[in-house]
């Protein structure tokens, strides 16, 4: 199994550019997450899914978008990118909502805006 | 709110040192524990997990226990391997169930073993 799969590993976007993170992952999983890991402050959830067409806010989903049509997908959309978008980006996934449940992480996405 | 603190490092150790990374945490209810390991150039991944007071969770020579009297869940491994550097995360998870699971993950600790 790939497991969870992320694209593009690295880019540099200008300030005012967009672009979209790639997330799949084929475990079935109905429950998905984007994260953002920046030096010294752990992860922080920008957006979460619990199924396909279901989606909501995390900690800190300002200047992002999502949307999941299908189970496998969930891709995280950068609008009108920003220096404070540097950083490197997460996508993650479970099984379940329970306390107890391990999350699948991908290999991650480095972001640079300039 | 739920917090994790962990020291950030480097810990620098050599090969066959005990290594400790220390890891507390405040939680309303009784939260799962983890530890998730970031080799170099990859994704978090499960190292071990306990989910209820004084459960000792245990992977590849790794161990942490579950203590709830002193908030804690503390990293060690015997004799360390250049293999095992990489950062490693200490996080909780709430168990309210709140239509997701709510993770809170500390800074991450680096950890570099030198031959």
């Known amino acids: 199994n790939a497991g969870v799969t992320q694209t593009p590993k690295f880019r540099i976007l200008k300030i005012g550019q967009s672009m979209t993170l790639q997330c799949t992952q084929d475990?079935?999983?109905?429950?998905m997450y984007w994260y953002r890991q920046d030096p010294g402050m752990g992860l922080k959830l920008i957006y979460y899914s619990v199924g396909a067409g279901i989606t909501d806010k995390g900690e800190v989903p300002n200047g992002y978008n999502v949307s999941r049509s299908t189970t496998e997908d969930f891709p995280l959309r950068l609008e009108l990118a920003a220096p404070s978008q540097t950083s490197v980006y997460f996508c993650?996934?479970?099984?379940?909502?329970?306390?107890?449940?391990?999350?699948?992480f991908g290999p991650g996405t480095r972001l640079l805006v300039l | 709110g739920d917090s994790v603190t962990q020291m950030e490092g480097p810990v620098t150790l050599s090969e066959e040192a005990f290594l400790t990374i220390n890891c507390t945490y405040t939680?309303?209810?009784?939260?799962?524990l983890f530890w998730y390991v970031q080799y170099p150039g990859e994704g978090l991944q499960l190292l071990l997990k306990a989910t209820k007071a004084d459960d000792k969770g245990s992977n590849k020579g790794f161990e942490a226990t579950y203590r709830k009297e002193t908030t804690s869940f503390h990293l060690e491994k015997g004799s360390v391997q250049v293999s095992d550097s990489a950062v490693y995360f200490c996080?909780?998870?709430?168990?309210?169930?709140?239509?997701?699971?709510?993770?809170?993950f500390g800074i991450g600790t680096k950890l570099q073993v030198i031959p």
């Open positions: 475990m079935n999983h109905n429950y």
């Open positions: 996080a909780l998870s709430d168990p309210e169930q709140r239509g997701y699971q709510k993770v809170t």
């Open positions: 939680a309303t209810g009784y939260p799962s």
């Open positions: 993650a996934s479970s099984s379940g909502q329970g306390g107890t449940e391990t999350q699948y």
